[in-house]
């Protein structure tokens, strides 16, 4: 409640005069002078209060009297009047109605009472009301207020102490706030400070305001009782004790630091006073040594004693806190006590405070950064920071190794293995997990049998010390067990919770933490750098100084902490430092802290190169601090922790297996923090990071799975890993954290992220070195993090795809098969995964970076293992599935991948790669640039041609022609942009001053494309295997037949030239070299049939198919190449390859080849549209397009219509050829050549009887013999003799050649049948049509017919004399019955029944000679002459001919020949053009009718007969045609036929006759027939010339005289043979005689008298006596002919007659 309110104020004076009253009261008997004073008080209070408004400010102007009575009353020195006095003065007091001099009286007072030891707490507690209430006290009396509390702590009362003590700190309190108070008042005005002397004179205070000055004397009175001097201003001071002054300095410099740092004159007491103060009492602790004996120094030492060191330390804690940048130099000193305070010498109590004081600093990052200023930056200066902290771990260092001296510890080993049984005191520690609800142990370190607990000391971050606070103690208190390193250790941790939380704010505020632009970091960074120089040099500075000491004192502290809270809390401080270090690129302590967490990683002593190698640096090494060494302890083996894993170790030797601790994992988990949280400022240390990781990984068996993340497997080899199920629970965890950590890989930037894949990279180096020869599992964890690394950062996988690809595939290269299989596997999914990725800008618009990520794809070809080959396929045939329809530039990449085939690579690689290729050609052809197609083509060539798999080869010529199929359908949009790209190109080459590289350039690139296509699949045609050739073969024609109208007109020389005819040549070459072993099987168990057998069987099949088509496109499109300017020379080259065809020894080729000869020579000469009518209609002429049949062997061409004759037929006589005719003639004339060439060397009979000879076979020769008649269409025009002589030979020739008895059976007619071969009717339809041509050809073509009968008859001569095939031994099928053929031995040849062939040639012969009988030609060559010697050979054979026809079909043709012929010789008589002619006639007649042959045996009569009647029409036809026309006819031929007739009349039985058929046999009808004709013309009365008289006389006479010397010599036989019957031959023949003398007789008689000359009458006459010996015969037969004969002599029985008539004797 407000003191100044009516009521209050009212209640005030009510009181006021009860207090009065009451005094008065207690006064009136023993002390008048009061009462009276006390009553006047009531008076004068009465009076104020009804004078004056404001009663407060009257009551404070009279407070002295008001006062006065009170005072009096304590003057009493009664208690009970003192008491309610003081109670009264302290009501005053609270109103504030004392003025200043009030006051002073007061004070007096209380001294008196004071001195008088009376009242004394009420008496400290006026003062003290006194003093806070208002200022009105200061100066003399303030002194004297507080020289009274001083008085009152030094009483005997323990109470009045303890009051008087808390009074004089109040009181203390209350002047520094007076003065603070005072500042602010007078904050506003600015006054100019007057010049301070430097002396150290306190009257120098003037400058001071009022409650200043009270505050200076004060403090400056304190130092002076605190050095053991007279005070300045508080007079009257009895004693005073160091330890309260300590505590009083202590808490006024803690509680008003800025007084001190406002004021100068304060600051000079600071500096002038206290800190030499300070130093001064520190000389006992600093002197003492424990343990040295007084006696060994000279001069007794004062002990250190605990108040006062205590509080001096405090004090100092103070000083450093506040005044720091006032005592720099002094604080440099206090420092220094410090750090020697920790020395192992000092007390154990003097080490604990001293670790206290610093545990304070440490608190205080800002301070411990301006030490590091202050001191350590500058030259000449103490190294103060980094002393602190080396002291800290020396400190540390001591405690494990130094028993302790002052009070030796109970060493409570821990009775079990891991620290299981702890003191028994031990509070359990917390956050000691326990396992399985055991008694948690106590934390504890534990380091080489030294245990020492660990004491939750203080909250991190605030300093509560414990030793600092024992104000009470006068002795040193016993330090528990473990204290000084609980807060040692605390020291550690706040000292780097500090400096990094510090740092963390300063630089928080320039580096982001998530991925920075780079160019942002740049411009902060310099930004930065300019504003603050400094402060980065600090943080370094800081950090230099403080790392070495706390990697020593905490590597050890690790080793032995057993605790885990302890150990997480050191690993997070060694964390927090590594980042430190990173963040500032301190290499080194950042690359040495993270050495020793990968240590404490790992087992003890684990051999890990790349630690031992960073850590070599650390190791060993002291820093010597100032004479103190700080060793870095290597970690000890021997802690007791539980063990939590056993495992291999990852080394290339087998060793035995290692154990993982707890508190290995533990450090494992830091290490994986420390890589997730800090990567970015990693660097170069990812390489001990993730070495350590690699290590435990596979120690812990962890296994990559898919994508590269781990997952707990079992290990593969050796005493497979063991984990307990803590670890187990763990191991999940773990994995995840390791995935996650390289998921966080996409944060850091490029740099870093460079750094990890550098470290990825060499891991595996060292990974691959260790696989190398030997099998066992290889480590994979860096293959499998560099690919999840990979995987997380595509969206700016260029600036790490080339380290990264670059390295896994050189892991794919690996000989181990796992490491290689996961280096595919990395390589192939980063690829799949960059593909899918959606990249800004897409991949479609960023072809640089689609090329970049293929790469890696074309570069795993090169490798040569298959498991490889076959993931980089399998990755090929996805991205296709995936991406084919985007893949755009990538394509060339993609189809070189699936191209890299080789035949080495075996079966199943080249299948998953021909599947990638079948998925291109069915789906992406559309959609890939069209630069591509080419490639396509190459690579689906090259998968015909890969050996491995023939379905492959067969399906990739498939391939071929679906790819062409879309080269035709798409064609216009390939074109087009073929022909942009090519300007492009073009332009570049021009540029570049390099011609454009391009195969068949100059062709349009279209084209081109073709012709790629065309020359993929020619290679394919000449492919070893022969269902690759055919079918390449196939395929190659029917694109190029169904395709070929794309290309330009130049290209098709490129096709004829480099596709087609360098295909034939390769083939030709190959066919004629092939191998003619046999096969015997097509592999696994296909037969194969014997015409495929052999190599060469094969080739030929090639070489037939190829050929053929050739022949085809020249054929169809033979309009477009003789446009060519170089037709003709491919033409010739064409006929040449036909004729080699031809002519190789394989029926099969050489008969196909004449196929494709016979297909390019039926063309009709195709129509030009725009010249053909014109031309023709000129002439009147339709347009004929003669349509050819194929002729296959065996069907003759039938052409008999040729085009020639009708053309003629339409034209007259006056043949036009139509233009291209005349152009192409030197083509057919070309073609002649060829067929001519092919029939000469074709029919040309081996020279030697070898067995080994090839003779072509019959469908050879007939085609090769029906090519002529076409061909002969085109070249009749020049077709002059000599070549008719050459087409003779070659048919001669080809009709010659004999079957080989194989076929026969299928060729031969047997030979009952007469048939023609194909062959010979090919030959006759050959000069049937020369014959036909040369009827209706100009005159000068007439000359040829001689030699056409030549041709034909030379063939009619077969029908006797078969042809010799050069010296080759034949069987004639005339002399073997058919059945016999088969038994023949297989190697020989069988004639042809030459027989048919030879009549048929013969009608032939006989049609064209009644045609052509009067042409000049056929006269002056004698072609008669020549017929008739040609028949006599079957003629004079008759019985003997090969076939009985022969000889009845010659007589035949003799007669119809005759019936022309002779008219037409009688005709040219004259000429002599026939002379030769009759001589051969007349043999031919007699060799005919008077044969040497007997007819066969199995004749029979009836045939016999018929046989008769030829040779009467034989008679006949010299009775009509001859005989007649004797006058024409040269006399010796007319002789020679009469002579004929005669033999004929008498002798022409044949001897072999039996009785029985005798009469039949006789051949009587033709004898009859020959001596009637005789007679006939005997006695023709038809004379009219001489000559033909002379020809009857002559012809009677022969017969008479023939007829007198049978019958003499029959009866000389008949006489001599007594009673023997004479031969039945002899028999027959008189009876003949006798029967032809009775015919003579009849026809004398019907002769006219004077047709018969005398001799004749003579000759008859004289056989009177002859016939008339005859009757004694002996034969019945013979007497009944004679009886015949001798009848008609009686009409010639006449008396003579004297006179002769005709005048003739």
Known sequence: MSTSTPEAVKKLVDNMQTDLRSLSMECKKKFPPVKEAAESGIVKIKTIAARNTGILAALKENSSEVVQPFLMGCGTKEPKITQLCLAAVQRLMTHEVVSEAAAGNIINMLWQLMENGLEELKLLQTVLVLLTTNTVAHDEALSKAIVVCFRLHFTKDNITNNTAAATVRQVVTVVFERMVAEDERHKGIIEQPPVIQGNSNRRSTNTLRPCAKDAYMLFQDLCQLVNADAPYWLTGMTEMTRTFGLELLESVLNDFPQVFLQHQEFSFLLKERVCPLVIKLFSPNIKFRQGSNATSSPAPVEKPYFPICMRLLRVVSVLIKHFYSLLVTECEIFLSLLVKFLDGDKPQWLRAVAVESIHRLCVQPHLLRSFCQSYDMKQHSTKVFRDIVNALGSFIQSLFIVPNVGN?????????????????????????????????????????????????????????????????????????????????????????????????????????????????????????????????????????????????????????????????????????????????????????????????????????????????????????????????????????????????????????????????????????????????????????????????????????????????????????????????????????????????????????????????????????????????????????????????????????????????????????????????????????????????????????????????????????????????????????????????????????????????????????????????????????????????????????????????????????????????????????????????????????????????????????????????????????????????????????????????????????????????????????????????????????????????????????????????????????????????????????????????????????????????????????DSEKPDTLSAVNLPILIDPVTASGPGRPLERTDSLGERLSRYSGAEQIPPPDEIEDSALWWSAWNAWYRIGTDSTKPPTSSEKLAFIPSQPFLTALIQIFPALYQHIKTGFSMDDLKKLGVILHGAVSVPISSDASPFILPSYTEAVLTSLQEAVLTSLDVLQKAICVGPENMQVMYPAIFHQLLLFVEFSCKPPQYGKLETKHVANAKYNQIQLFAPAEWVALNYVPFAEKSLEVVVDLYQKTACHKAVVSEKVLKKIIKTLRMPLSLKYACPSESTWKLAVSSLLKVLSIGLPVARQHASSGKFDTMWPELASAFEDFLFTKSTPPDNLSIQEFQKNEGIDVEVVQLISTEILPFANFIPKEFVGQIMAMLNKGSIHSQSSSFTEAEIDIRMREEFSKVCFETLLQFSFSNKVTTPQEGYISRMALSVLLKRSQDVLHRYVEDERLSGRCPLPRQQVTEIIFVLKAISTLMDSLKKTQPENVDANTWAQVIALYPTLVECIMCSSSEVSSALKEALGPFKDFMQPPVTKVQNGES
């Open 408 to 1168: 030796p510890p109970i060493v409570n080993t821990p009775a079990g293995a891991a620290g299981t049984g702890g003191p028994a005191t031990a509070q359990s520690g917390p956050g000691a997990a326990g396992v399985s609800g055991r008694v948690t142990p106590q934390a504890a370190f534990e380091y080489r049998g030294t245990w020492i607990p660990i004491m939750t000391v203080t909250v991190q971050g605030s300093a509560k010390a414990t030793c600092l606070e024992m104000l009470d103690k006068v002795e040193p208190p016993s330090i528990p067990e473990g204290y000084a390193m609980s807060v040692a250790f605390s020291c550690l941790l706040d000292l780097v919770q500090g400096i990094t939380s510090m740092l963390e704010k300063e630089l928080g505020q320039s580096a982001p933490q998530t991925r920075p632009d780079p160019a942002m970091v740049q411009k902060q960074t310099s930004e930065q750098s300019d504003k603050e120089p400094d402060t980065r040099a600090v943080w370094v500075e800081m950090v230099n100084a403080c790392w070495c000491g706390l990697l020593a004192a905490l590597s050890l502290l690790l080793d032995a902490s057993t605790d885990e809270n302890a150990t997480e809390n050191i690993l997070k401080a060694e964390l927090t430092m590594a980042s430190l270090c990173g963040r500032l690129s301190l290499v080194t302590p950042r690359d040495a802290f993270i050495t020793a967490i990968c240590k404490a990683s790992l087992p003890p002593h684990y051999a890990l190169t790349v630690l031992s190698s960073s850590a070599s640096t650390l190791t060993n090494k002291s820093y010597s601090i100032q004479g103190q060494n700080v060793q870095i302890i290597s970690p000890s083996s021997e802690s007791h922790q539980q063990v939590v894993a056993v495992g291999q170790p990852l080394t290339v030797q087998p060793q035995g297996t290692v154990v993982l601790t707890a508190k290995n994992i533990q450090c494992m988990r830091t290490l994986l923090n420390l890589a997730h949280c800090h990567g970015a400022v990693l660097g170069t240390s990812w390489q001990l990071v993730l070495a350590t990781l690699q290590h435990l990984v596979w120690i812990l068996g962890l296994k990559p799975g898919s994508g590269g993340a781990l997952k707990p497997g079992r290990a593969v080899e050796g005493p497979s890993t063991v984990l307990t199920t803590a670890v187990m629970t763990d191991l999940p965890v773990i994995a995840n954290i390791l995935s996650r950590l390289f998921e966080s890989s996409q944060h850091l930037d490029d740099v870093s992220l460079h750094h990890l894949i550098n470290a990825l990279c060499s891991l595996s180096m060292e990974a691959m070195d260790m696989a190398y020869g030997n099998n066992k599992e290889p480590s994979l964890f860096a293959v499998a993090k560099l690919l999840e690394t990979g995987l997380v950062n595509m969206d700016r996988i260029e600036i790490l795809w080339r380290p990264l690809t670059g390295h896994l595939l050189e892991v794919c290269q690996h000989p181990n098969s796992r490491m290689r299989e996961w280096g595919a596997e990395a390589v192939t999914a980063l690829i799949k995964s960059g593909l899918v990725y959606k990249h800004d800008p897409a991949l479609s618009e960023n072809q640089r970076l689609q090329l970049l990520l293929l790469n890696p794809l074309k570069e795993l070809s090169n490798i040569v293992h298959a498991d490889i080959r076959q993931k980089q396929l399998e990755c090929v045939l996805q991205i296709l599935q995936s991406q084919g329809d985007s893949l755009g530039p990538g394509w060339p990449l993609v189809l070189g991948v699936i191209g890299a085939i080789r035949n080495d690579q075996g079966e199943s690689l080249i299948r998953t790669a021909f599947q990638c290729l079948q998925l291109v050609v069915t789906d992406f052809l559309p959609t890939m640039p069209c630069t591509c197609l080419q490639i396509v083509v190459d690579v689906a060539g090259s998968f015909g041609l890969q050996n491995q798999e023939l379905n492959i080869s067969l399906t990739s010529i498939g391939l071929l022609w679906n790819i062409s199929d879309h080269f035709f359908q798409r064609g216009e949009t390939i074109e087009k942009e073929l022909d942009k790209e090519e300007t492009i190109l073009e332009k570049q080459a021009k540029e570049k001053g390099v011609p454009l590289n391009r195969p068949f350039h100059p062709a349009p690139p279209f084209d081109c494309l073709w012709l790629c296509l065309y020359a993929t699949l020619g290679e394919l045609c000449v492919d070893p295997r022969p269902a690759v050739r055919k079918s390449a073969g196939q395929t190659l024609f029917s694109t190029i037949s169904a395709h070929g109208t794309l290309l330009q007109q130049a290209t098709w020389q490129t096709v004829v030239w480099k596709v087609l005819f360098h295909l034939l040549d390769r083939v030709r070459k190959s066919s004629t070299t092939a191998d003619k072993e046999k096969i015997e099987s097509g592999g696994g168990n296909i037969l194969i049939h014997h015409s495929r057998d052999t190599a060469e069987k094969q080739w030929a099949e090639t070489w037939v198919l190829t050929l053929a088509g050739v022949a085809r496109i020249f054929n169809t499109r033979r309009y477009l190449l003789q446009s060519l300017g170089d037709f003709f020379k491919a033409w010739e080259v064409l006929l040449d390859h036909i004729q080699s065809a031809a002519l190789s020894k394989n029926n099969e080729v050489s008969l196909a080849a004449l196929k494709s000869f016979q297909e390019i020579l039926q063309i009709v000469t195709p129509v030009k």
